[in-house]
């Protein structure tokens, strides 16, 4: 009997120990999460935007805590002597100043950042662009990257909600979306003059870019069918081999317009949607490379 005791807990203290160290690793990245807060808090200045705090960027322990690639953090001396230009918090700010909810959808955050960091290895020409800016959220982390590139980049948007002309079938149920997005604060969130806010009706707005721009990077993050479908018909040939096209909302089951125009643009291409973890259902293609 007594033998047969000794075997069960043998059994058992495996799984337990195994718990509690999940535990410990999990309060270490929360102790480390607060402690990037804290230092990114105590930087700013008395006189900056109250908004910019990250207070609400700390999570929980637990399935939402998700931990930063490790080249922005304990690696990042590495990472900038070999020319990276991301700088998380800093860049995170205006993620999260106008949207808090977004301090939970670091998967998307840091996904930006990453791709901007292959776009900076593999010294891709071409500029940037957003359809479906919004409070300029994701704009903000993109046009920081663009600017210490030297590139442009171009921000396309009613700034008064869903056009009217866009709202056919299924998709009248979304009328009056995002009514109030404002042009004030998406400028006050991306400053600079390499920022081109093209305000209107896509793809009439995009009379106003370049004949002969191209882009490295293209974040499409519309909604409704008829604009994602032209963004894609767009961009796409404009797009140079290499570029990231990324697309948001594809797999949050909120927007079949994304669903339908993604898959029947795709339907005939070589390249294929990469799923991206974040909170809306984010995919990504690059664009082959032309060998």
């Known amino acids: 009997m007594l033998r047969h005791a000794v075997k069960q807990i043998a059994l058992i203290v495996p799984p337990v120990r195994r718990l509690f160290e999940q535990r410990d690793v999990a309060r270490r990245e929360l102790a480390d999460l607060k402690e990037h807060v804290e230092a990114f808090n105590a930087a700013l200045a008395p006189s900056a935007n109250p908004d910019d705090r990250m207070a609400t960027w700390e999570l929980p322990p637990g399935p939402h805590l998700a931990g ?3 080249r922005y953090t304990d690696n ?6 070999r020319g990276g230009i991301m700088r998380p918090p800093e860049d995170a700010a205006g993620f999260v100043r106008r949207t808090p909810k977004y301090t939970y959808d670091r998967v998307r955050f840091y996904f930006l950042c990453l791709a901007v960091d292959l776009i900076v290895l593999d010294k891709l020409a071409g500029d940037m662009a957003e359809l479906g800016v919004d409070k300029a959220n994701s704009a903000s982390v993109l046009a920081r990257a663009a600017g210490r590139l030297g590139k442009q980049i171009y921000l396309f948007d009613t700034f008064e909600g869903f ?6 079938g299924n998709e009248v149920k979304h009328r009056g979306g995002y009514a109030d997005t404002s042009l004030t604060q ?3 969130n991306v400053p600079g003059d390499h920022v081109h806010f093209m305000v209107g009706y896509f793809p009439e707005t995009a009379v106003d870019v370049p004949n002969d721009a191209q882009f490295c990077l293209v974040h499409l993050d519309c909604d409704l069918y008829k604009p ?6 767009y961009f796409w ?3 140079v081999p290499g570029g990231f096209l990324i697309m948001h909302d594809y797999t ?5 317009g994304v669903e339908k125009a993604v898959e029947e643009f795709f339907a005939d291409k070589v390249e294929s949607v990469i799923p991206i973890p974040d909170m809306s259902g984010t995919v990504a293609v690059r664009k082959a490379k032309i060998l």
Not at 163 to 168: A, G, H, N, P, T
Not at 228 to 233: C, K, V
Not at 252 to 256: A, D, G, H, K
């Open 68 to 70: 930063a690639p490790q």
């Open 76 to 81: 990042y001396e590495i990472y900038t002597e």
């Open 163 to 168: 056009s009217e002309r866009d709202l056919v």
């Open 228 to 233: 994602f479908r032209a963004a894609l018909d």
């Open 237 to 239: 040939p404009r797009l």
């Open 252 to 256: 949050s089951l909120y927007w079949e």
């Open 186 to 188: 998406a400028k006050e």
